[in-house]
């Protein structure tokens, strides 16, 4: 659950306590409303208190499920124009996190911008680049961001043109939206 709702932005919102409980009020408050409406019409309280009780269960769940693939999508949809801003900055001499600066500052609020200003963040505060790119793709937790951090893990350790990989890495992400679009 505590997963799920990271994946949703919504865990500094609500702890997973919160939302269990309030699942279950969604619960209890479904049943006792299918119950009484039920009643009304002359149908058995106790068969509608147990499905508006299943659907106050899953209704929240449905919910959160949908966000996190909202969130997804649009870092899917965002990313290779992100990588292109990053790409330019780094080609024409910023460090990765100058680049990353400049990237964010010109990016639209959403999750991804909120991500990397997570990791630049972290770099200011202290961490190492490595944590911090570790970190970052904990927070995204998407296919295309671990293949983007591991890459730039590997270009550090082995002192490869950040350039590259980061064009690269654009042009395999670019091709990927294309693909689903397709």
């Known amino acids: 659950t505590a997963q799920r709702l990271q994946r949703a932005e919504l865990s500094r919102a609500v702890t997973p306590e919160q939302w269990v409980g309030g699942r279950l009020a969604w619960a209890t408050l479904a049943a006792a409303g299918a119950s009484a409406s039920m009643s009304l019409l002359a149908c058995s309280p106790?068969?509608?208190?147990?499905?508006?009780g299943a659907l106050g269960l899953l209704v929240p769940q449905v919910?959160?499920?949908d966000a996190i693939q909202r969130?997804?999508?649009r870092i899917q949809r965002e990313l290779p124009t992100y990588l292109d801003v990053l790409t330019l900055a780094v080609e024409s001499g910023c460090s990765l996190v100058a680049a990353g600066a400049i990237a964010t500052d010109k990016a639209q609020d959403g999750p991804l911008r909120r991500a990397f200003e997570r990791f630049l963040a972290e770099l200011r505060g202290g961490r190492s680049?490595?944590?911090?790119?570790?970190?970052?793709?904990e927070w995204v937790a998407l296919p295309a961001m671990t293949s983007l951090v591991g890459a730039l893990l590997q270009a550090e350790r082995t002192g490869a043109r950040?350039?590259?990989v980061l064009r690269a890495q654009s042009t395999q992400r670019t091709n990927e939206r294309f693909a689903r679009a397709e």
């Open 46 to 52: 106790l068969v509608a208190a147990c499905v508006g």
């Open 63 to 65: 919910a959160l499920r």
């Open 71 to 73: 969130r997804e999508l």
């Open 129 to 137: 680049r490595a944590d911090a790119l570790q970190s970052l793709d």
């Open 162 to 164: 950040l350039g590259d």
